[in-house]
């Protein structure tokens, strides 16, 4: 089997310590774990509004991390200014806006082609290579390359969606109401299209000289199918682990305050 890169992408620890402003829990002793564990890189987010990671997590994390550091920011001058000197081991492009929860949608590699084209020059120039967040498309793989980037990584969230949605009674997302109330055969449908759009798009890119990776909305359900892809090579997940975590440890973390509070 190939081997398959695993990007921990540790930006919630930055935002449950957020809504606090104090520093717990501490980012780095996540990055720690992490690395501590079997992850092969390290994945944060510098968001225009410093919602969770902070300038100085960048500087922190850089500073300790045993392992490659994949930053993603948007195309935004003074956040480019930021990452050309404090130079990641990679740059990943993604789309923002100050209203969204997460990231939604791959960027729009043709709207903003010349801001794209100037911000990979700049990352270029300050010698970190790139890879563009980007819809599973084959027009959006050619315009990856043309645009100059060495990596793709696919934006996972339809095919993810739809998973929860066939394979749980929950709403997993509330921009997913409509296509709840589709029939199952209709999501299967659907479910189908995403996942093979993510492999003819994973299988061009590499053909035409790109790396892969792919991400968003991963979990312990719904990799198997990605898997099986051999042009992805590495994955980028956040969520999943972060929220898996906190059912793995608060009992040990009951346990213990249990055992303070009884002494
Ligand atoms: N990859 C990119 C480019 C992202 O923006 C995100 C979300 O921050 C992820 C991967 C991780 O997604 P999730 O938290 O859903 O696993």
Redesign the pocket.
């Known amino acids: 089997m190939s081997k398959m890169t695993l990007g921990v992408?540790i930006?919630h620890v930055a935002v449950l310590r957020e809504a606090r402003r104090v520093n717990d829990p501490d980012i780095l002793q996540a990055l720690y774990v992490a690395c501590e564990n079997g992850a092969d890189q390290i994945?944060i987010?510098l968001r225009e509004d410093r919602r969770h990671i902070q300038d100085n997590d960048v500087k922190n994390i850089l500073m300790h991390s045993k392992l490659p550091v994949n930053l993603?920011c948007s195309i935004n001058k003074e956040i480019l200014n930021i990452l050309s000197s404090l130079k990641p081991h990679r740059a990943?492009l993604?789309p923002e806006k100050r209203e969204e929860v997460?990231?939604e949608g791959g960027l729009d590699v043709f709207s903003y082609e010349d801001e794209i084209r100037y911000a990979i020059e700049q990352l270029h120039d300050a010698l970190i290579p790139v890879s563009l967040?980007v819809d599973p498309t084959i027009e959006a793989m050619e315009k990856s390359k043309e645009l100059g980037a060495e990596m793709v990584?696919l934006h996972t969230g339809l095919y993810s969606n739809l998973f929860a949605m066939l394979h749980s009674n929950l709403p997993y997302s509330h921009h997913s109401v409509k296509e709840l109330q589709l029939p199952r055969y209709e999501l299967e449908t659907r479910l189908e299209k995403a996942l093979n759009a993510i492999k003819t798009s994973a299988l061009h890119a590499r053909k035409i000289g790109l790396e892969v990776a792919a991400?968003?909305?991963?979990n312990y359900n719904n990799l198997d199918e990605i898997m099986h892809i051999d042009a992805i090579t590495e994955l980028?997940?956040?969520?999943?682990i972060i929220a898996r975590s906190v059912f793995t440890g608060l009992g040990d973390a009951v346990k213990e305050m249990k055992r303070v509070t009884t002494r």
Do not use: A, K, R, Y
């Open positions: 992408n930006d994945t987010h993603e990943t993604v997460t990231t967040f990584e991400g968003h909305g991963l980028n997940i956040g969520q999943s």
